[in-house]
């Protein structure tokens, strides 16, 4: 295993959320088994390619409609 191990700290930092709720997140992620995380004895680190995936399933893509004509009020 060749990816970077990650602490809640940077972690939070990556998504973008060490501003506002610090490793909160983060740690709540872990928590509730929402993101792959590792077990290095009593410490818990993210793979980095776990927060890549977190944010890929979590994309949502913008919706391209065409729009009709505006239609003439008697």
Known sequence: MTD???????????L????T???R??????AERRIAYVKVGHHVRIP???IDAFIAERTVQPVTTRRRPLR???
């Open 72 to 74: 003439k009020v008697a």
């Open 25 to 30: 997140f983060p740690r709540r992620l872990i």
């Open 16 to 19: 973008g959320t060490w501003e």
């Open 48 to 50: 980095a390619s776990a």
């Open 4 to 14: 970077r191990l990650l602490t809640a700290a940077q972690a939070a930092e990556l």
């Open 21 to 23: 709720s610090g490793e």
